[in-house]
Antibody, heavy 122, light 107 residues
Framework: QITLKESGPTLVKPTQTLTLTCTFS??????????VGWIRQPPGKALQWLAL???????RYSPSLKSRLTITKDTSKNQVVLTMTNMDPVDTATYYC??????????????WGQGTLVTVSS | DIQMTQSPSSLSASVGDRVTITCQAS??????LNWYQQKPGKAPKLLIY???NLETGVPSRFSGSGSGTDFTFTISSLQPEDIATYYC?????????FGGGTKVEIK
């Protein structure tokens, strides 16, 4: 059974750096064809993909946020960490981590964490 | 970036109705499209992958079709538990992009 859970601060101040941790179970991030992604959703708005880290440590970022994002993994702890620098009120959103499955025919986010609401305010 | 345009943005239908949502990609994405359901206050859930494949455990009243730039998501007989927002998502190219969502309500 695959589960994921996000953790981190619920409130950050403008210009601060946000650090979110995704702790997962039921799969290994050293297995081929597996990744973990981060997706966010501002209140009442659509989903926005942020970053992906693959089993082989390949990393991909949303171009619009690439300069502010860093994704890393700790395979031994079953954790993926996302940092976002220079937070702004427009970054207020629910942040989700999700298990990313991919093979030669397709890819998808087939398991999601419950999400964590991060508010950016002074 | 590939833009995904969903329509309508919201709809209201009666229990038992057939509901159809469309998703248009800004360029050819073959069948590289997924559909997710998001109930209020919950995380999204994968329903359809590769445009037309039903995820394990998902009721058969849900279906998807299409390829290229035009895709359709259908609920054959709307049930009260289907109240949610539905999103399409392309994986042909990075960045991965989602549609704007379609909110489905009961009339």
């Amino acid at each position: 059974q695959i589960t994921l859970k996000e953790s981190g601060p619920t409130l950050v101040k403008p210009t601060q750096t946000l650090t979110l941790t995704c702790t997962f179970s039921g799969f290994s991030l050293s297995t081929s064809g597996v990744g973990v992604g981060w997706i966010r959703q501002p209140p009442g708005k659509a989903l926005q993909w942020l970053a992906l880290i693959y089993w082989d440590d390949d990393k991909r970022y949303s171009p619009s946020l690439k300069s502010r994002l860093t994704i890393t993994k700790d395979t031994s702890k079953n954790q993926v960490v996302l940092t976002m620098t220079n937070m702004d009120p427009v970054d207020t959103a629910t942040y989700y981590c999700a298990h990313y499955y991919y093979d030669s025919s397709g890819s998808n986010f087939d398991y999601w964490g419950q999400g964590t609401l991060v508010t950016v305010s002074s | 970036d590939i833009q995904m345009t969903q329509s309508p943005s919201s709809l209201s239908a009666s229990v038992g109705d057939r509901v159809t949502i469309t998703c248009q990609a800004s360029q050819d994405i073959s069948n590289y499209l997924n559909w997710y359901q998001q109930k209020p206050g919950k995380a999204p859930k994968l329903l359809i992958y590769d445009a037309s494949n039903l995820e394990t455990g998902v009721p058969s009243r849900f279906s998807g079709s299409g390829s290229g730039t035009d895709f359709t998501f259908t609920i054959s007989s709307l049930q009260p538990e289907d109240i949610a927002t539905y999103y399409c998502q392309q994986f042909d190219n990075l960045p991965l992009t989602f549609g704007g969502g379609t909110k489905v309500e009961i009339k």
